[in-house]
Each structure stands twice: as C-alpha cells, then as structure tokens.
C-alpha cells in the first residue's frame, strides 16, 4: 500500500462543453477510484483543470472573432459546473492560464535547456504569408501520406490516427487562409525523443512488472518503440501559450503537450504548500487517467520530461487509459455536434446524475470500444437500479417500517430455525467475500466488474428474500420473519458503504435512510455490519424511477433533439453526396429452392493480416481465421480500405466456394460485403455471440 495517492484526470480542453464519452474515459474512472481510496482512509490528492492553450483554441478564436481568452472563459465554468453537478470530486480543478501555471511551465522549461536537453536548431516550417504566421498543428491541413484521409491536421490524421508533422502533409492548406503555405526558416526548441528510447523502454517493463499496465495501453507503447522514437519540437511560433523563456525566442509559446501535464504540477502547486510531499515522494504512487488519445504524452513524452529535469520528480505508477464510447454505433463528434452533451443531460434530468453514473460505468470502454445507446440506458436504469437495486432497499425497509415500526427487536440476534439459518448464512458468505473482490477489482482498475459485484449483493438479497418469503412467515412466526428481515439490513447497510465510490447521490439516500454516521462507516468497512440488525430506519423513498425514454422524446428533452438534428444533417449530407445510380436498388433475382441456400457455408472470421497484393490495383490478400482454420481470401476492396485498417475486423465469409486464383495468389473463399455502386461495406458480425467459425444460417 503506498503512503500517498496523486491521481490526475485529462485536462479538458476550454474550447467546447464536455459529453459522455468524455466522462466515462477519464473522469468518473478517476472519481470512483478515489471515492475508494478515501474511504479506505488513504491520503489522495486528485487533480484535474482546463487545458487553455493550444491550436483549436486560437483556431476557433479567430473564426467567430473573438479572443482566445473569450472562449476559455467561457468553457471553464461551464464545465467545471458540469463536473461539481456530476460528483465528480477534484480537489483542484485549475486553468492552464493562471499565473501560477505559466511561472510553473516557464521554470520547468528553463531548467531542462539550462541542462541542455533540447536540440535547438532552424528548420522550413509552412508559413502563410496573407495572415503573417507560421503554420503548425491544426492550423493546417492536407491528405495524410498514410491513409490518403484528404483532412489530416499537421500534428495527427483523425482517420487512422497515425501522428503527423506539417511537412509530412500532401497538398498542403492554410485553414487561415486556405492558400498553399511557403516554406520559411524558423527556430525551435526539438525534445530529443530518440536518445531516451532505451530508457523509455526499460522504464515501461519495469511498471508493467510492478502493476500490469492495461494491453491496450502497452501495446500502444510497444508500436510506438518499434517504430523508433523520433525528436519532437517543444515549442511553437504561436501568440497564444506559455511564452518560451529565452532570450531571441520572442513569438514563440511552449508546445501545449508540454505545457498541459505541467499543468498537473501547477494544479497542485495551487492547492497545497506541500506539493512536493506528494510529487517528489517515492511513496506516492501517480496515476493518470486519460483516454487512449492522449496515451503517447503520458507514457512517453512526459515521464521523459519529468525523467530529464530532474530533482526528483516521481513517474507515473499506471496510466489506465479507457479506449472510446460511440452513440448509437456512431462516432461522437464535437465538429457535427453528435454527443451526449453533459450540461444538456443536467439540464434535461437534474436529479439523475447517478443514472448517467451508473450507465457509464456499467458500460466503460475499460478495454475496448463501446456504445452508449438511449434504449440500452433504459433498459439498464429501468432493471438495475429501479428493478434490482432500488427494488430490494425499498421492500426491505416498508417491511420493517410496516411490521416492526421502522425497529426490529433484540431476537433477532438469537439464531434462527434451521432452513431459514442456511440461507443467512448463504448471505453472510456473500456479505463477507465483498470487501476483498471490491478491493481487487479497483486496484485493476476493472470498475466495471466492481460495481458489478456491488450489485451482486442486492442480487443475493432479492433471492434471499424470494426464497424465505418473510411477508408469508411474519403472518405464521413473526420473529423467524424479523430474523430473515435483519438479515436484509445488513445487505442495505453494505450497500449504503460500497455504492458510495460508483453513485454517490444514492448511497446518500441510503444512508438517510438507516441514520449513518461516520462511525457505522468504519464498523462496516471493519467487517462489523451486524450491528445494523436493530438500527431504527426511516419510512424509504424510491431510489430511482423508470426512465420512459418515449415520454422524454416526446417532451423533447434536449438531448434527443441534439442527437436528431445531428442524424438529420448527416442524412441530408449523404443524400447530396450521393449519386442517383446508386440511390436504384436493383430488383429480386429469381425465387430458389432452401437446399440452394443450404448449399452455401457461410461462417463467421476474423481478418489476421492484410496486405495489398503487387500485380493488382484492385485485390487486398488477407488472412483471416474462420475458426477451424486460416484462409487466405482475396478480396477486391483494395480501393476503398487501407490494409492496416483491416486487422482484427470480423466479417462474414463464404467458406465453400472453389478455390480461385486471381493476379498470381489464390483465394481460398469470399468476404461477403454489402455492395452498392459507390462502395463496399464490410457486414459486421460484432460481439462475443459471432465466434469465428459459427455459422450464417
Ligand atoms: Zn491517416
């Protein structure tokens, strides 16, 4: 157990409100896993601000006019209400623009150029010469050398997210003035990211050994040291930023991956005196919680930093980065306002902030993609929390308050008749085997799996209760009823404690209703829940209410017109882009017999290398594993997908059709695809229920 805990959570970008995904990447992880440590009596400090500096900022500044300061105060307040409404519980959430922070980045960067880290030297950078400025990161555009994605910024490519350098671009565009920029000398500060590769290397097998890092999270890392850890510019010719501390280098601003993980420091600078207890302490453990977007500037880029300067500073424990959430099988994205948005939800259900909580964390990308769905939503608050969880509190609690008046009697201490002992102590199994798979599962970070197990407790309750049916025995032998119904309150006791890191607001009520104090806390987390047999309870309200998804609809609720109007711009957009040809649907073949069809073996794969094959345009090779065995198929889609995209894609394919050999390979089967006359589109049997090798029937 470490001595101290500082976990960070991404810094927001002040240029826009926050959505769902968002929250469920890095900030209600990071919450539930302090909520747990704090109530585990650990010393924590987490940390989180507006990130307020940057290209997107200044971007959107100069397109509606405004100043850059205009935008970050607006967003600023906008989001941190977001998060105090939600319960998210920084103990700090700062701005990258304060005094502090800039006195903070300026120091830290002075010191590593006094200790000669960065190769300074002159390079051509784009520059465009209407508006007089150098051309980096989102300031310019062009077709991505990689995937051909003909709007890849100069720092990243959106669409295969290979990461970029302005120079690297194809056709090349000014998005200031959408001219063809010039190539112009100008001097930068570079991080020499290569001379460190062995060190970085070594430095991440050594944490993954001491706590495993999540496999999406090392595998991201292991790519980018396969690939060769290139130099990175550490600074940028922009008036908007952290200025660069050093004579001769008036124009240019700090680059806002090095300013914004400063920003954790500065943050904590803000708060306490005692900043460096915690962030020059061996005995702290560091954890960064962030998306898989940001995993190169927490697991390399920054540890190099805070390795080169020095004095001290202690390196990241674990960075257990979620991967994304879609909606509705849809990206979200800000550009097309397709999101969530977080200030609409809390506007639209003030009161169901631990139903947001509760969703999103029941449906964390923890390890892969997932989907937020309005129907799924439903489905879950309608049976989990009101079904399952608010359900057994409420029955439990009238039936005390109806046959005992809110207190049962002292007998219940005294052991019960046989058949009704067994299934106690069944419970009290459950009840005890709690503490320890709650504390395994936060300290992997599978918070998912925790509230899962928290769950499992009102599971045991409502079958317990089924199973002794205490309203029938408190007719016949009311103190054998009494004893069945203390054994429920010690489950809402337990519940009332461990709900409290995963919704909070509803632990809340919970412990409303057993009259908590701190000190019932501590005897639970102690493992001394009996106690709360005779506790006198108050008369229970519900906890939660069916979500009637169709009833808000129609109310038109704002975040279903949101996500409407977004839908609706997309239809429009790919109806106008869409040429007539393709909008004809070509009519019904000839009627055939169901031993045609059964002719046809058609199976569920998996696509393990790709490649494009050198005598065709046309035709990519892949291999793909059709759960008996490995196929090579060919596959005439060459044109439309790049190869790398493919690997790990389940598709549909026609595993009995006549070996084919086609530009020199052979092709061993068909990946079927939906075929229109503008593209193919893969049919997308996601999911555990499509294993490989299951049939299509
Ligand atoms: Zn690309």
Request: proline content about 4%; hydrophobic content about 35%.
């Amino acid at each position: 157990m470490s001595a101290k805990y500082l976990v960070t959570s991404a810094l927001p970008y002040a240029n826009g409100p926050l959505h769902v995904g968002h929250l469920t990447g890095a900030y209600i992880p990071a919450d539930i896993y302090v909520r747990y440590l704090r109530m585990m009596g650990e010393d924590v400090l987490f940390i989180c601000g507006s990130d307020e500096h940057g290209a997107a900022i200044t971007l959107r500044a100069k397109k509606e006019g405004i100043k850059p300061r205009d935008i970050i105060d607006k967003y600023h307040p906008i989001n941190k209400d977001c998060f105090e409404k939600l319960g998210i519980g920084f103990d700090n959430y700062h701005r990258t623009s304060a005094e502090l922070h800039y006195q903070t980045a300026s120091d830290f960067f002075l010191k590593l150029s006094e200790k000669d880290v960065f190769n300074v030297k002159l390079s051509e950078q784009y520059y465009d010469e209407e508006f007089g400025q150098f051309l980096a990161d989102r300031y310019i555009t062009g077709t991505c050398p990689k995937c051909d994605f003909h709007s890849a910024y100069g720092d990243q490519c959106e669409n295969c997210g290979s990461d970029l350098s302005p120079t690297e671009l194809i056709n090349p565009k000014s998005t200031l003035s959408g001219a063809t920029p010039v190539l112009k000398e100008t001097k930068h500060w570079y991080l020499p990211m290569d001379k460190l590769q062995d060190w970085v290397s070594e430095w991440i097998e050594k944490q993954n050994k001491s706590e495993t890092w999540k496999k999406h999270v090392y595998g991201q890392c292991q790519s980018w040291l396969k690939a060769g850890l290139q130099e990175r510019a550490m600074t940028r010719d922009l008036d908007w930023g952290v200025p660069v501390p050093i004579e001769g280098a008036d124009g240019k601003v700090l680059y806002v991956w090095l300013d914004a993980p400063i920003g954790y420091i500065s943050a904590t600078k803000d708060l306490t005196d005692n900043w460096e207890d915690y962030w020059k302490n061996e005995d702290t453990k560091l954890v960064h919680f962030i998306g898989k977007d940001n995993i190169v500037f927490h697991c390399i880029i920054f540890p190099i930093l805070l390795h080169l300067h020095g004095e001290g500073f202690i390196l990241p424990t674990n960075i257990p980065a979620n991967q994304f959430m879609n909606l509705e099988g849809d990206k979200m994205s800000t550009s097309r306002n397709y999101a969530v948005w977080l200030h609409e939800y809390l506007s639209d259900f003030p009161d169901k902030q631990d139903e947001l909580r509760y969703y999103l964390t029941a449906n964390m990308p923890e390890n892969k993609d997932s989907d937020f769905s309005w129907q799924d939503f439903k489905e879950k608050n309608d049976k989990d929390l009101v079904g399952l969880l608010g359900g057994f509190v409420h029955r439990t609690l009238v039936l005390i308050q109806k046959n005992f008046e809110g207190k049962l009697p002292d007998s219940v201490n005294d052991v019960a008749g046989e058949t009704v002992q067994k299934e106690i102590d069944h419970v009290h199994k459950v009840l005890n085997d709690l503490p320890e798979v709650i504390n395994k599962s936060i300290h992997n970070y599978e918070f998912r799996n925790g509230l899962n197990e928290v769950l499992n407790i009102a599971r045991e309750g409502n079958r317990f209760l089924n199973e002794t049916e205490p309203w029938k025995l408190l007719k016949t032998d009311k103190e054998e009823g009494a004893k069945v119904l203390a054994t429920c309150l010690e489950v809402v006791s337990l519940l009332a404690v461990y709900l409290e890191p995963f919704i909070p607001f509803s632990a809340d009520k919970i412990k409303a209703f057993l009259n908590f104090n701190d000190n019932d806390k501590s005897e639970i987390l102690k493992g001394n829940y009996t106690v709360f047999r005779t506790r006198k309870v108050n008369q229970p309200e519900h906890l939660f209410t069916r979500f009637d998804l169709d009833a808000y609809k129609k109310e038109g609720k704002q975040v279903f017109k949101t996500m409407e109007a977004a839908l609706k711009a997309k239809e429009n957009a790919i109806a106008e882009s869409t040429p007539a040809v393709t909008k004809s649907i070509a009519p019904i073949k000839p009627l055939i017999e169901y031993d045609d069809f059964a002719k046809l073996d058609i199976r569920i794969g998996t696509i393990l290398e790709a490649e494009k094959l050198k005598k065709s345009k046309k035709l990519l090779k892949l291999l793909v594993d059709i759960g008996i065995e490995k196929r090579q198929i060919l596959s005439g889609i060459a044109q439309v997908y790049e190869p790398e995209t493919l690997i790990g894609k389940k598709v549909v394919v026609l595993a009995n059709l006549a070996p084919k050999k086609m530009a020199g390979a052979e092709s061993q089967g068909m990946i079927l695809m939906s075929d229109t006359s503008e593209a193919f589109t893969f049919i997308n049997p996601e999911g555990e229920d499509s294993p490989n090798g299951a049939a299509v029937s």
